[in-house]
């Protein structure tokens, strides 16, 4: 297996356009983790799903930011507008989970964004 | 809510020397897993633990869970270059499969 995958690998952008970062997880895998990841604030998880449905999205900074799983292969986690303090590192993560138990995250290689 | 804190943020050691990193959780955990971290890369499991005061080995490291199950461990012999990367625990919101992260230790070690 090709791990999880996610486009692009960079993203530089102005303030003010529309960002969308893209994960295919691993197949077979029915969670879907979105995470940020930057140096004051550490790891945090946005939003994740189980079988294509949204669990819990507490994690979203604020309207400006969706995501979707319109398929069990193809997750995106769209910025609109961005701005300069949406700069860091988003992670996809899949993981398969079993009534009782949780399995390990495997993490795609992420997308650096930098909003200028 | 929920918090996880590692200790320390970083740490420094000369190769050969041992290095050991502290999670503390605000709830009890029902499992906590360790992930490493390569400078420049993405997170990599490592192990999880299930049971409380359970004691896991992978070759030169070592994982503990805590008694009460709200504490964990990871201790390395030997240090190596190879080791070099940040090391993240991970426990779940009670209920979910919402992990939070904890807030990494950084290694360097020094050849």
């Known amino acids: 297996d090709a791990g999880v995958i996610q486009s692009p690998r960079h993203e530089v952008t102005e303030m003010g356009q529309e960002v969308t970062l893209r994960c295919k997880p691993i197949?077979?895998?029915?969670?879907l983790f979105w995470y940020r990841q930057t140096m004051m604030r550490g790891l945090e998880l946005l939003i994740y799903f189980n079988n294509n449905v949204p669990i819990d999205d507490s994690g979203m900074p604020e309207d400006r930011f969706s995501a979707k799983m319109p398929n069990a292969s193809f997750s995106t986690l769209k910025i609109q507008p961005s701005e300069p303090r949406d700069s860091a590192v988003y992670f996809c993560?899949?993981?398969?989970?079993?009534?009782?138990?949780?399995?390990?995250?495997?993490f795609g290689p992420g997308t650096r964004l930098t909003v200028t | 809510g929920q918090q996880v804190m590692q200790i320390p943020q970083y740490q420094h050691v000369q190769e050969g020397e041992d290095f050991t990193t502290y999670c503390n959780s605000s709830t009890t955990l029902s499992n906590i897993q360790w992930y490493k971290q390569r400078p420049g890369g993405h997170p990599v499991f490592l192990i999880q633990?299930?049971?409380?005061?359970e004691v896991k080995k992978q070759k030169r490291l070592t994982f503990q869970f805590g008694e009460a199950k709200k504490n964990s461990s990871l201790h390395i012999t030997a240090t190596q270059t190879t080791d070099v990367g940040t090391y993240f625990c991970a426990g779940p919101t009670s209920g979910t499969y919402k992990y939070i992260f904890g807030t990494g230790t950084r290694l360097k070690v020094l050849a």
């Open positions: 633990l299930v049971k409380s005061g």
């Open positions: 993560a899949s993981s398969l989970g079993v009534m009782g138990r949780a399995y390990e995250q495997y």
């Open positions: 197949s077979g895998h029915d969670y």
